[in-house]
């Protein structure tokens, strides 16, 4: 296959803090009038003596085109999901979300809501609430949802705060202390449950099947099992068939256990929590539900319980009393608020077209053409040189699979690191490696979702056998890539040496040696 | 001691090659350790696999050749290879003739440090380790391209391969160092189907961290702090009416560290309510101590094979494993090191068959503060 021949546009362009000069503005602001003035005031009144600034905030200074300028070139300067095949970003579910459906966001009835507003005036956007509720409801087959949390961590954190107060109420909780995870489920899964205060336990996977095995969950289990939270199919898109056992060990031990749906895009009408006996589970709408990755900003980690935990839900919960929809308060355990009013509602009005748009077969063939996808894209990679698959005994991955390239790194010195570097050269996303620690050594780990055709996955395929064969013969390519790129390759070692990284202007200016 | 900061880089190398080292392994001789068994090596037709491996190091640091100073050992002790490789190396050491032996090893790598080189690569096995650890101590960077038969040792690289890039890495200063065990077993006995094996302390080691953590991501603990982390979670376990028996290990005397207490390195130490019960203690000793109060182990995984009863730890006998039980038994170990034994189970050979019976299954694993992973034991 011809590979698209690319290359970056590059810009050069500063820091923002470093452009524009003082004085220079994007608006002026008028004072306030005369009227306003006598009926407040001075505006700095209003804050304490003590929390005002000794000087103004440096802010860069710039007018309006020049701030337009700056960012265009750096969006072109990026290469964004929606102008790329973006398969390599495993564990992501890096989908078409339709553009159309940003039009219901921009809605007045819609776009002009306020969180404020009395529920009798929102008929609307509740009733979109509870019916999308409804949908996940039967997608997973628990009983009640919360939309609340921002994104997947922040739903799986949401879940170990249930886990927790359920062994409160219990009385149980000085005794409960200890959660069980496993080695490929998400890293959140341990460390979300560490942060509400658990100690963690991770099966590790047997060398062969890459699955954890039911007799180390026996060895985790005691009286101290608080719960098991786990991801299936877990980070490398290998099913674990004996989940329904998984969760009956912990619930004979006294656990709770919450299924992690993050893989859920291979699971639409195959398979449900309900079925494998879990008591709670979460789903990413910003991933498998077709709403953009909010890069930490506007996501949705939908959190669902069973019947029995309904009273432990975040409030408020949006019901229907048979003539309107409200906020229902009054859950007796709740948690309290996972985060402030009802969640990111652009991401359910999103995920709600799409569901509607698909119905339930629609959704249906989206995860069998995942599944296709995915064991196309291993038949694609045999005989890519160097290139190996995990765990080769088991036939079949579903959303996923995870590949090694130790044995390119042994026989040319290209790494996966160095890998990833070099696929940007052909104009695709650097691909993910895999969470950490490497268990797999040298990995990578696609995820042809169902938004890819035969040729994009054909087309991403020959891009990594391009490399492989490239390596053999001359492994300085791809050990000094990217080569067609906005920035040249960069120091990582830089960015883990806390005396050189900086997460701001000033931090950087101060360890950089024009500090204040 | 390990040549400046991360950040600044360091500009000289040493390169010592024991020739002979893996002579013994393809004939079935368990190692080639003393003059007699090497003689008997090269009857039975072994050829040098050492030199062909050091230069598959030297190679990944060609692309160097002009920024680092490279010293060697003279012939086929490193001088050789160098050159074949393109390398213009000064040579260290007296002329010598003949046959190398360990005294050399031991006193280039002396000299080396006298050069005050920034990092000493050797090839060879645990015999070799030895000797230079012998001599070099904690007082120089050191890592072994891995050639000999015998590699329980922490402070080889996976492949020569690696051991080139690595060392390219250290050089530029992009790696900092950590500890590497330097293990060892007693040939002759092995030998005799006598499997005898001893740590023999720590190499300073340029330290990969990204076999653990992703560099794209900092916060992750590193190595150093890993065994932290492990310490304060058995510190706030501890319980009062209990003896905690702490085998060998870098891993296992962070704990005694933090406790502030002294601790012998490749030792057995015991402590109760956070105060040394006993320092040093061998089986007997170890057995009058317990006797029937309640007590634990605190164990690590020592070398690169992954035993945790047998290896180097052997005070703690079957007889005291019987007596505390295996419930009582708590594995310390960083992730790093659960990694790098690519999914093979934990091994134990105390000499007692029933007692390796009663370790095996799955166990659980300290890795930090309040994290565990349940692993294999065979």
């Not at chain 1, 700056?70 to 790329?84: C, E, I, K, Y």
């Not at chain 1, 652009?346 to 799409?354: C, G, K, L, S």
Request: proline content about 5%; glycine content about 10%; aromatic content about 6%.
């Amino acid at each position: 296959m011809r590979l698209r021949r690319y290359h970056a546009e590059v810009w050069n362009e500063p820091v923002i803090t470093e452009m524009g000069r003082s004085g220079e503005r994007g608006i002026r602001i008028s004072g306030a009038g005369e009227e306003i003035r006598e009926a407040v005031g001075d505006a700095r009144s209003y804050i304490p003596s003590k929390m005002r600034r000794g000087r103004p905030p440096r802010l860069p200074e710039l007018s309006q085109p020049h701030v337009l300028r700056h960012f265009l070139r750096l969006s072109r300067q990026t290469l964004g999901m929606a102008v790329n095949i973006d398969i390599g970003l495993g564990t992501c579910t890096m989908k078409y979300s339709p553009i159309v459906n940003e039009d219901l966001l921009r809605l007045p009835e819609f776009a002009d809501l306020h969180p404020l507003q009395g529920e009798e005036t929102v008929q609307g956007i509740l009733e979109i609430v509870h019916r999308f509720a409804a949908f996940m409801k039967e997608i997973s087959g628990m009983d009640e949802f919360t939309f609340q949390p921002g994104g997947g961590a922040h739903g799986i954190y949401t879940n170990a705060c249930i886990i927790r107060k359920y062994h409160e109420v219990q009385g149980e909780l000085g005794q409960r202390d200890e959660i069980i995870t496993t080695l490929f489920s998400h890293p959140a899964d341990a460390a979300c449950p560490a942060t509400a205060g658990f100690k963690i336990i991770s099966l590790y996977p047997d060398g062969e099947t890459g699955l954890p095995d039911i007799e180390a969950l026996k060895a985790a289990v005691s009286e101290r099992t608080a719960g098991a939270m786990i991801t299936n199919p877990e980070d490398t898109g290998i099913f674990n068939p004996r989940i329904d056992e998984f969760v009956e060990i912990v619930h004979e031990a006294g656990g709770l256990c919450a299924y992690d749906q993050a893989n859920s895009n291979a699971l639409f009408g195959i398979a449900r929590a309900r079925e494998a006996g879990f008591d709670m589970c979460h789903f990413n709408i910003h991933k498998a539900f077709s709403s953009p990755h909010g890069c930490m900003g506007p996501a949705c980690g939908a959190v669902g319980v069973r019947e029995e935990l309904a009273e432990y839900l975040p409030v408020p919960v949006v019901v229907f009393d048979g003539s309107g929809y409200r906020l229902d308060y009054d859950r007796r355990h709740s948690i309290g608020r996972a985060r402030q009013f009802h969640g990111n509602l652009e991401a359910i009005v999103r995920a709600y077209a799409w569901v509607m748009s698909l119905g339930a077969e629609g959704l249906r063939k989206v995860s069998e053409t995942s599944i296709l996808n995915t064991n196309y894209l291993i038949r694609r990679m045999s005989g890519a040189r160097g290139v190996s698959m995990a765990y080769p005994k088991q036939a079949v991955r579903l959303d996923q699979v995870r590949f090694s390239l130790q044995e390119l790194k042994e026989d040319t010195g290209v790494g996966t690191d160095d890998v990833s570097r070099r696929v940007v050269d052909f104009g695709v996303q650097e691909y993910f490696t895999s969470h950490h620690p490497w268990v797999v050594p040298e990995p990578f780990l696609p995820e042809p979702c169902e938004t890819y055709s035969k040729e994009d996955i054909d087309r991403w395929v020959a891009i990594i056998h391009r490399i492989c064969e490239e390596a053999y013969a001359d492994p300085e390519i791809a050990k000094t890539a990217p080569h067609s790129q906005t920035i040249s390759k960069i120091d990582q070692e830089m960015l883990n040496d806390p005396a050189r990284w900086a997460m701001t202007w000033r931090a950087y200016e101060r360890k950089h040696g024009k500090g204040e | 001691m390990n040549g400046g900061s991360l950040g600044t880089p360091r500009r000289t190398l040493g390169l010592i090659v024991n020739p002979t080292a893996g002579m013994g392994g393809s004939v079935g001789l368990k190692g080639t350790d003393g003059e007699e068994i090497l003689a008997r090596a090269r009857a039975l037709g072994a050829a040098p696999i050492a030199p062909a491996r050091a230069m598959e190091a030297l190679r990944e640091i060609l692309p160097m050749r002009d920024e680092v100073e490279l010293f060697t050992s003279q012939g086929d002790m490193g001088e050789d290879e160098a050159r074949a490789c393109g390398f213009e190396p000064m040579v260290v050491g007296s002329a010598r003739s003949g046959r190398t032996t360990a005294d050399d090893t031991r006193s280039d790598a002396r000299e080396m440090l006298r050069r005050g080189v920034s990092l000493l690569l050797f090839a060879g096995g645990d015999g070799t380790a030895r000797d230079i650890h012998e001599a070099v101590r904690d007082r120089l960077p050191v890592l072994g391209i891995p050639t000999g038969v015998k590699m329980h040792s922490g402070v080889l690289a996976i492949n020569p391969r690696t051991a080139g890039s690595l060392a390219v890495r250290f050089l530029q200063g992009k790696v900092g160092v950590c500890r590497g065990e330097v293990m060892d077993i007693d040939e002759e006995a092995f030998r005799h189907g006598r499997l005898s094996a001893r740590l023999y302390g720590y190499l300073n080691i340029p330290c990969d961290r990204r076999m653990v953590q992703n560099v794209k991501i900092g916060s992750v603990a590193t190595e150093r702090e890993a065994p932290e982390g492990i310490a304060w979670h058995i510190i706030d376990g501890m319980e009062d009416d209990c003896l905690y028996i702490v085998g060998p290990g870098t891993t296992t005397k962070a704990i005694m560290e933090k406790l502030g207490l002294e601790y012998t390195l490749l030792g057995v130490d015991v402590i109760h309510r956070g105060e040394i019960e006993a320092l040093d203690v061998n089986e007997s000793r170890l057995m009058g101590i317990v006797r029937g109060d309640k007590a634990k182990i605190i164990v690590s995984v020592i070398g690169g094979q992954g035993f945790i009863f047998g290896r180097g730890n052997q005070q703690i006998s079957p007889q005291v494993i019987r007596l505390v039980g295996r419930e009582n038994i708590i594995i310390v170990a960083t992730e790093s090191k659960i990694v790098s034994l690519k999914g093979s189970p934990l091994l134990v050979d105390t000499g007692d068959g029933a007692v390796d019976g009663m370790l095996r299954g799955y166990m659980r694993l300290v890795t930090g503060y309040g994290k565990s992973i349940i692993y294999k034991v065979s």
